[in-house]
């Protein structure tokens, strides 16, 4: 249901989505070690390439476990944002 509805509408199920995605992959990279410069770093890097650009980056984050867990992740960011644009396209027709 988060999926479904927090992509499309701004509201609650979409706060809900984006915050505890955000809070699970700061707890997660933090188990792995990963220093908060790191992931801000990895954050401009995205809004400056974009996400499959990033993706396609050798090292990501100095940790290899925590470079492959963000790989999987923004691999996953941009067929979000696809999902995004493709359900604001439908919606306005």
């Known amino acids: 249901m988060l999926l479904r509805y927090g992509i499309g509408a701004p509201g609650p199920r979409r706060s809900a989505l984006f915050g505890d995605g955000a809070v699970g992959a700061a707890v997660t990279l933090d188990r792995l070690g990963v220093q908060p410069r790191s992931v801000a770093f990895l954050g ?3 809004r400056s390439g974009g996400t499959g650009y990033t993706a396609r980056l050798p090292e990501l984050l100095p940790e290899p476990a925590a470079s492959d867990l963000m790989r999987g992740r923004l691999e996953a960011v941009a067929e979000l944002i ?3 644009r493709t359900t604001r396209e439908r919606a306005a027709r």
């Open 44 to 46: 401009r890097t995205v």
């Open 82 to 84: 696809g999902l995004r």
